[in-house]
T-cell receptor, first 113, second 111 residues
Framework: DTAVSQTPKYLVTQMGNDKSIKCEQNLGHDTMYWYKQDSKKFLKIMFSYNNKELIINETVPNRFSPKSPDKAHLNLHINSLELGDSAVYFC????????????FGSGTRLTVV | GENVEQHPSTLSVQEGDSAVIKCTYSDSASNYFPWYKQELGKRPQLIIDIRSNVGEKKDQRIAVTLNKTAKHFSLHITETQPEDSAVYFCAANTGGFKTIFGAGTRLFVKA
């Protein structure tokens, strides 16, 4: 039974398109995150949500819009995709916001062509 | 804000040797320091963590040390095995909703 599941696993799309990535966790965690991992493997936080409320928006372009319908789900919608958006996007969750270890999803490899 | 530096970026060891990865952090308010292992094509997974009220923690072949005064923490892997080959990330958290990751260390264990 997957703890943090992301779909799709791979996404190949053209510049200018709009796409969404979905994330669900069944761990009962209060806090969910989106991280971007670039080609050099650097993990950079994008958003933090606690119990459906946006807590952190780490100066991500407005083209990225997260949505949390409930505390078990955190989706990411990206408008007008650009070449530089190509990366692996990881969803994660933790029990509280207070620095417990994350459980990561399996990642979504986004390729913009 | 918090900044985490990690060294080395690449580490190659012979099977059975020890490996040490070092990190420094900038925010003295950081109080939680997890380490993650990411195998090729997989998700990062938590392997060990330490809180600021503890100087050292061990779990079988893995240990982490923390020097709060110097703002250093390190990962030690003893008796390395080929399956230890992966990218390792250190991270720091101030107790809030943001964990900052180091840039990662690619560990190669040669059989």
């Amino acid at each position: 039974d997957t703890a943090v599941s992301q779909t799709p696993k791979y996404l190949v799309t053209q510049m200018g398109n709009d796409k969404s990535i979905k994330c669900e966790q069944n761990l009962g965690h209060d806090t969910m995150y989106w991280y971007k991992q670039d080609s050099k493997k650097f993990l950079k936080i994008m958003f933090s949500y606690n119990n459906k409320e946006l807590i952190i928006n780490e100066t991500v372009p407005n083209r990225f819009s997260p949505k949390s319908p409930d505390k078990a789900h955190l989706n990411l919608h990206i408008n007008s995709l650009e070449l530089g958006d190509s990366a692996v996007y990881f969803c994660a969750s933790s029990p509280l916001g207070t620095g417990y270890g994350y459980t990561f999803g399996s990642g979504t490899r986004l390729t913009v062509v | 804000g918090e900044n985490v530096e990690q060294h080395p970026s690449t580490l190659s060891v012979q099977e059975g040797d020890s490996a040490v990865i070092k990190c420094t952090y900038s925010d003295s308010a950081s109080n939680y320091f997890p380490w993650y292992k990411q195998e090729l094509g997989k998700r990062p997974q938590l392997i060990i963590d330490i809180r600021s009220n503890v100087g050292e923690k061990k779990d079988q072949r893995i240990a982490v040390t923390l020097n709060k005064t110097a703002k250093h923490f390190s990962l030690h892997i003893t008796e390395t095995q080929p399956e230890d080959s992966a990218v390792y990330f250190c991270a720091a958290n101030t107790g809030g909703f943001k964990t900052i990751f180091g840039a990662g260390t690619r560990l190669f264990v040669k059989a």
